[in-house]
């Protein structure tokens, strides 16, 4: 079976108090955390930015379990190599525990450094030269770089994971995802339609089987949102207050702040969150919600219930989906 692991919203609770939802979530069954990497909250009704991989280093002590960044952006608020050498420290502290999720980024949390903001391809050629700076700076070898986008003189990692750092990269677009297939070791991707997962899926793994490995070795990660509370009303509630983000059927890499996105909130109704966030009381319709995405083969799926009801909703998980799912 997946493992069903909690996706924690560090642009929506203060860093403390979501520490104190993983070991929760951990004791009622969860498998993992994926961390949000954001410098700003979507709308100013989350509230909070907490810094991913200071929070890590945390829970990591608190919590038994795997744990990444869902996901770190590497080519413009920090260098390729600060992202290497953090993610190196965080595999020698957790062994096998920790791995690390990347992507192109988004420009409400890319602009802060200035700068002009790339079209997609570039921002696709930016990460692929990242990639290759932290998959050799974390393999331990001596590097220096001159890309296009990226230099570093050459510098080594002294302290090294005695495991390997997983590298797993967020892609839904199929340039991404055949490259993820072929150079990275995993593949995250959001919840979507079940035909659109199967295609990217399907990308992924002819991306893997090029460069001649097995994609059902490759972990396949999915990122999902829903609402529960005890009525509709409540979840609905929850949905357009805490997390109307999620009804914006739009991409949203170049929304440049939280202001931009409550203005953008206020055109979003219930019908916008259909295929897109689980709005439903029924433990139930979450089970099978979640199945449906473990039968499309996903090997974990981290799950974000975006009210402010936390231990009830995973206490709820706990005790009536978790145990049901094949």
């Known amino acids: 079976m997946a493992q069903i692991g909690l996706s924690a919203a560090l642009e929506q609770f203060h860093p403390s108090e979501l520490l104190e939802h993983c070991q929760l979530a951990e004791a009622h069954g969860f498998q993992g955390v994926m961390a949000a990497d954001h410098f700003q909250p979507w709308v100013p009704a989350q509230g909070h930015n907490a810094y991913a991989y200071s929070w890590m280093g945390a829970l990591g002590m608190v919590t038994k379990g795997a744990f990444g960044p ?3 952006c590497p080519s413009f608020r920090a260098h390729p190599s600060v992202i290497a050498h953090a993610a190196a420290t965080l595999g020698a502290m957790f062994p096998g525990r920790f ?3 990347l992507g ?7 602009h802060v450094v200035g700068g002009e903001w790339p079209e997609p391809l570039v921002r696709f050629e930016m990460l692929q030269e990242a990639t290759e700076i932290i998959q050799k700076l974390l393999a331990g070898k001596e590097v220096r770089f001159r890309g296009q986008y990226f230099k570093m003189n050459k510098v080594r990692l002294w302290t090294l994971p005695a495991q390997s750092v997983p590298i797993y990269v967020a892609a839904t677009g199929p340039q991404t995802l055949k490259w993820a297939g072929k150079v990275c070791d995993g593949l995250i991707t959001p919840g979507a339609a079940p035909d659109k997962l199967r295609a990217i ?5 002819a991306g893997a089987r090029e460069a001649g490995k097995d994609p059902a070795t490759l972990p396949k990660l999915l990122q999902l949102h829903v609402s529960w509370a005890e009525t509709y009303e409540e979840a609905l509630q929850s949905a357009l207050v805490e997390w109307p983000n999620g009804g914006m059927n739009f991409p949203k890499q170049d929304v440049r702040s939280p202001e931009d996105f409550a203005a953008m909130a206020r055109m979003v109704r219930p019908e916008h969150f259909k295929g897109r966030v689980l709005i439903s009381p029924d433990p139930e ?3 099978a919600h979640l199945q449906g995405f473990i039968d499309l083969g996903f090997d974990a799926i981290y799950v974000h219930n975006v009210g402010r009801n936390q231990a009830q909703w995973i206490k709820t998980y706990g005790e009536q989906v978790i145990p049901k799912l094949v």
């Open 70 to 72: 869902g996901v770190t």
């Open 285 to 287: 319709a979450h089970r």
């Open 201 to 205: 899926l399907d990308t992924f793994a």
């Open 104 to 110: 192109s980024g988004e420009l409400l949390n890319e």
């Open 99 to 101: 791995w690390l999720g």
